[in-house]
């Protein structure tokens, strides 16, 4: 069955970094554009970075720019997020999405990144 398992959050203090890992199975992920998505407490759910399918093509947040970088390794079905210089306003759970052909869509479960003194 499709799988996307994420890993890598956890406490951090402002100005740190953390990787987050998206494993994925149970589908073709080289066919897959990948995201980043987060969700802080009482927000809605925003979307913090793409990837397309071959890795070729990026986007970003605003608000992450020049901090975080989206990459994938489709010889190890795997996404990854690189945090940099983080701040506490980015604490929140983020979920790897994968958007595959005819609009199907699989989340990951999340994994919380808290960002604090």
């Known amino acids: 069955q499709v799988q996307l398992v994420e890993s890598g959050g956890g406490l951090v203090q402002p100005g740190g970094s953390l990787r987050l890992s998206c494993a994925a199975s149970?589908?073709?992920?080289?066919?897959?554009?990948m995201s980043w998505y987060r969700q802080a407490p009482g927000k809605e759910r925003e979307l913090v970075a793409a990837?397309?399918?071959?890795?070729?093509?990026?986007n970003y947040a605003d608000s992450v720019k020049g901090r975080f970088t989206i990459s994938r390794d489709n010889a190890k079905n795997t996404v990854y997020l690189q945090m940099n210089s983080l701040k506490p306003e980015d604490t929140a759970v983020y979920y790897c999405?994968?958007?595959?052909?005819?609009?199907?869509?699989?989340w990951g479960q999340g994994t919380q990144g808290t960002v604090s003194s």
């Open positions: 990837i397309t399918s071959a890795g070729g093509g990026t």
């Open positions: 149970g589908f073709t992920f080289s066919s897959y554009a």
């Open positions: 999405k994968a958007a595959g052909p005819s609009f199907v869509n699989y």
